[in-house]
């Protein structure tokens, strides 16, 4: 069974402090890692993909990924209340490129 | 701006009904897709379809129906409405490859009664 894994939180951090979440994945035949934002009675929101190993940087969002350790973890920079939300991981399945498997999700909160 | 759209934002169905629930995109994507998803339990797939009248069950199939007669448009169905069946339906779109990930629609919220 092929899974991804996140700590459901809530994550809380304080206005202007770096949120770091992190993500672990069983296929070592992933490629493509994503992460989603969503919003409370919303739907996800792509906001970062990454699919080589390293950092990849996109204004204050940091995707991390080390495929060595099937770690794939996000970073938000001086985190402002608008970025309270649940963050899923999502990674393809090494055998199909378009079927993601999902966390579960992690709460983030910023508190003012 | 590219779009999927969900034909409900919010549905209230009796225990029974037949149920629709249509998505349609506007991007070109070869695969679409349907989830559900209750709290605690994170994201599950009831169906997906990477081509015209193609489908696939997913995690949870049973009780759901899908139809996908054009490239934009794909509708799933619950033959006959449950309670368990009460919760966030969410389609979503993505490129054949997936390499640029997933597209969702803003979602259903069905309620059954």
């Known amino acids: 069974q092929k899974e991804v894994e996140q700590n459901s939180g809530p994550l809380s951090v304080p206005e202007g402090a770096i949120a770091s979440l992190n993500c672990t994945y069983s296929d070592r035949g992933s490629q493509s890692f994503f992460w989603y934002r969503q919003y409370s009675g919303k739907s996800p929101e792509l906001i970062m993909s990454i699919y080589s190993n390293g950092d990849k940087e996109d204004g204050r969002f940091t995707a991390q990924l080390n495929k060595a350790s099937q770690y794939v973890s996000l970073l938000i920079r001086d985190s402002q209340p608008s970025d309270s939300a649940t963050y899923l991981c999502?990674?393809?399945?090494?055998?199909?490129?378009?079927?993601?498997?999902w966390g579960a999700g992690t709460k983030l909160i910023i508190k003012p | 701006d590219v779009k999927v759209t969900q034909s409900s934002r919010y549905l209230v169905k009796r225990t029974g009904e037949k149920v629709f629930l249509e998505c349609v995109q506007d991007?070109?994507?070869?695969?679409m897709f349907w989830y559900r998803q209750d709290p605690g339990l994170g994201l599950r797939l009831i169906y997906f379809?990477?081509?015209?009248?193609?489908?696939e069950k997913g995690d949870i199939p049973e009780g759901y129906s899908v139809s996908r007669e054009k490239k934009e448009r794909f509708s799933l169905i619950l033959e006959s409405a449950s309670t368990n069946q009460t919760s966030m339906y969410l389609c979503a779109s993505s490129f054949l490859e997936g390499g640029a990930g997933y597209t969702f629609g803003s979602g259903t919220r069905l309620t059954v009664v």
């Open positions: 991007m070109d994507h070869e695969n």
């Open positions: 379809s990477y081509d015209v009248k193609m489908k």
């Open positions: 999502a990674v393809n399945g090494g055998d199909s490129n378009y079927q993601l498997i």
